[in-house]
């Protein structure tokens, strides 16, 4: 066969990347008689060979500068879920954090709005008679938070001030009525007035005038209280000497129907012949058991023995 017709042949086959190899077992060699020799080819079997494309080839490892080693890649960090978790936790906390602060904010910004001094009802008071009011007594409210009120009574010369609970109630202990014997605060303080106290309970003070302060905190505030006033002569203790061998002790106000006054220290002097003694007889008697009390001592004066209270 020819030679050309086999070289044709073979780049009929030719593709890319596929290429068709001789081996010795495809060569027949034959010599002709006429000094020549002729090459049956036999066919060609093709052989392919794949070329790997360059993008899908791996990149080299990289070698450090330590004796030229490999240096293998680092593995993709993984998330770690309680770092994650965590991190949910804080900033749960801190929204919790935030809102209550918030809420803290609005409670004192209301509770302070809330505890606003009330206004104090007039604190002037002339007249014969009279009433003191807490303020908002004479409403359904209660007295205000973080009052302090001042009552001033003046009556005429040569009178005092009786003073009567009609109703007292306030928070025992911090919500006080601090009643003075005189033009001020500065005079003398008579009585401190908390809690809960009975319709009916009476002070006086030992002139014209009469100062009352109420205080009061910022919680737990209660209906408050309404007191009369009204003037009236002194009580005086009656002429303290006797001599007669017989008589009659009075108390202050007793001959007129009236009760004895207050903050008064009477004496009562008695004395007869020698070689007598005196005997008491009581037609009456009624005082304020705890704190009003008639001293009898047997002689002549404070001094001498104490015989009965």
Known sequence: MPTNSASAENEHFAKPEISRSLTANNENTTRNGNGT??????????STTVSPRKDKLPSPLPLSDDNDKLV??????QPNCFTKNY??????????????AIVTIIVLVSSSAGRQKMPCVPSNYSGSEGVLLSHAFNTSLDYGSNMNCM??????ASNVIRITVNSFKTEKGNDKLFIYDGSSAESPEVATWSGTLDAGMQLESTGNT????F??????NQAGFSISYSQSTRSVCLPSDYSGP???LLSPGFST????????????????????VIRLTVNSFITEECCDKLYIYDGSSTASPLLET
């Open 257 to 276: 129907n009236q009760n004895y006054g207050f903050n008064q220290n009477c004496t009562y002097h008695i004395t007869v012949p020698a070689n007598y």
């Open 246 to 248: 017989d008589g009659v």
């Open 72 to 77: 293998l890649p680092a593995a993709n960090e």
């Open 87 to 100: 991190r949910y936790i804080l900033i749960g906390v801190g929204v919790i954090l935030a809102l209550a």
């Open 210 to 213: 009469l100062t009352a302060k």
């Open 215 to 220: 205080v009061t905190d910022g919680s737990n």
């Open 151 to 156: 009552y001033r009574i003046t009556v005429p």
């Open 37 to 46: 020799e002729s090459v049956e080819l036999s066919p060609l079997i093709p």
